[in-house]
């Protein structure tokens, strides 16, 4: 079975540092494309990043320069690292497969990112 | 950046009712459109593709259409199920944007 599962959200201050994983299993990610979108509570989606099969990256403007999207083949998982965050950021954080055009579209459970002192 | 509006923001249905949904665009984005379930608690599904294609294993009740800056998707003989909140995103231009949802309530 396909799937992705998304970790390393939780609490952090104002200012800190947080590194999300999804980990894929059943398929390669280095095969796809892949996005991290999110959602802050109450409001709608944000897509953050994507990162391509030939490693090519985009970023949302709220998140340039802050954020790093990458991807380690042999553990077959991609990351956000996500520096220097504030209150803006708090948000459940998705990892998704083929998020736009056509594939094989998946959806990771997602990973809830707190913001606070 | 490329402004992605729906309307309505919200719209109220009953079981077996046939609702559209709206995507404009502040700028042409030829057809490189998608459209998103959302409940709460849920990941996001992926519905349709490309302005009008539908993603693998959604049911045909959901049709897209539109190209350049306007766009819609249809929902047919609505079931309990399909109460939700729907998303469009462009995928023209970076950076990608969402519309702001069309939250879809039973009536």
């Known amino acids: 079975e396909e799937q992705m599962v998304e970790s390393g959200g939780g609490l952090v201050q104002p200012g800190g540092s947080l590194r999300l994983s999804c980990a894929a299993s059943?398929?390669?990610?280095?095969?796809?494309?892949m996005s991290w979108v999110r959602q802050a509570p109450g409001k709608g989606l944000e897509w953050v990043s994507v990162?391509?099969?030939?490693?090519?990256?985009y970023y949302a403007d709220s998140v340039r320069g802050r954020f790093t999207i990458s991807r380690e083949n042999s553990e077959n998982t991609v990351y956000l690292q996500m520096n220097s965050l504030s209150a803006g950021d708090t948000a459940v954080y998705y990892c998704?497969?083929?998020?736009?055009?056509?594939?094989?579209?998946?959806w990771g459970q997602g990973t809830l990112v707190t913001v606070s002192s | 950046d490329i402004q992605m509006t729906q309307s309505p923001s919200s719209l109220s249905a009953s079981v077996g009712d046939r609702v559209t949904i709206t995507c404009r665009a502040s700028?042409?984005?030829?057809?490189?459109l998608a459209w998103f379930q959302k409940t709460p608690g849920k990941a996001p599904k992926s519905l349709i593709f490309?302005?009008?294609n539908l993603q693998g294993g959604v049911p045909s009740k959901f049709s897209g259409s539109g190209s350049g800056t306007d766009f819609t998707l249809t929902i047919s003989s609505l079931q309990p199920e399909d109460f939700a909140t729907y998303y469009c995103?462009?995928?023209?231009?970076?950076?990608?944007?969402f519309g702001q949802g069309t939250k879809l309530e039973i009536k």
């Open positions: 998704a497969r083929d998020l736009s055009w056509g594939g094989h579209p998946l």
């Open positions: 059943g398929f390669t990610v280095s095969r796809f494309y």
């Open positions: 990162i391509y099969v030939d490693d090519n990256i």
């Open positions: 700028q042409g984005i030829r057809n490189s």
């Open positions: 490309d302005g009008s």
């Open positions: 995103l462009q995928y023209s231009t970076y950076p990608w944007t």
